[in-house]
């Protein structure tokens, strides 16, 4: 899946989410000082983890499975820390590993294909409850067959994401949150990974 098609499809499967929190937007949180409704995060760390399912894709079209009598699904997860600038911008170290399977039962074992990248990233409120970030860095890619790991090479990473808070407090927040992450490797040869998840925030 292309990177503009898989920002169109975590745009639509975030609209109900999206919909149903409108009535949540207008109304001041208890005890906010900051305009808007926002949070007054500002000043304090952040700091929090996520994980959710999707799909990856590269170059030649779909990742898949052709040895799988199953349809595989990519799984993500993500690590982030860092500090809130102000209430509604947060600067922070981001940490991301995507994996699927690619091949199932072969000499030695189930085989994996794992994309990890560590990213400086930004995140900001656009409303009290909708955030939106985005991350640039360094990718590696590695396929594993649970006894030999072969690096398949190293580059760039692009990331992007939406969330909207579920449960929002000054200090906590549990979220739905779609992201899309492109590795960018030597010869123009780049990996694409979209997921839908659940992440959990402190602040």
């Not at 949150?177 to 010869?187: A, C, M």
Request: aromatic residues 12%.
């Amino acid at each position: 899946m292309k990177p503009i098609k898989s920002f169109l499809v975590l745009a639509i499967l975030l609209a109900p989410a999206l919909a149903s929190a409108q009535g949540y937007y207008g109304r001041p949180y208890a005890g906010s000082t900051v305009p808007g409704g926002f949070h007054n995060r500002a000043g304090r760390l952040i700091f929090g983890f996520g994980g959710g399912l999707g799909g990856m894709h590269d170059d030649q079209g779909d990742i898949t499975c052709p040895s799988c009598d199953f349809n595989v699904l990519a799984f993500e997860g993500d690590l982030h820390i860092g500090g809130m600038v102000n209430p509604r911008l947060g600067l922070m170290f981001e940490g991301q590993v995507n994996a699927q399977q690619i091949g199932s039962q072969g000499p030695n074992g189930d085989t994996f294909l794992t994309q990890t990248a560590g990213m400086f990233a930004a995140q900001f409120w656009v409303l009290p409850i909708l955030w939106i970030k985005g991350g640039v860095g360094f990718a590696s890619l590695q396929k594993d067959d649970q006894i030999f790991t072969t690096d398949e090479g190293t580059g760039g990473a692009v990331m992007g994401a939406i969330g909207v808070e579920l449960l929002s407090s000054r200090r906590f927040a549990f979220e739905l949150q779609g992201r899309i992450i492109e590795g960018l490797y030597s010869h123009s040869f780049h990996v694409t990974s979209g997921t839908i998840g659940l992440g959990l925030d402190w602040f």
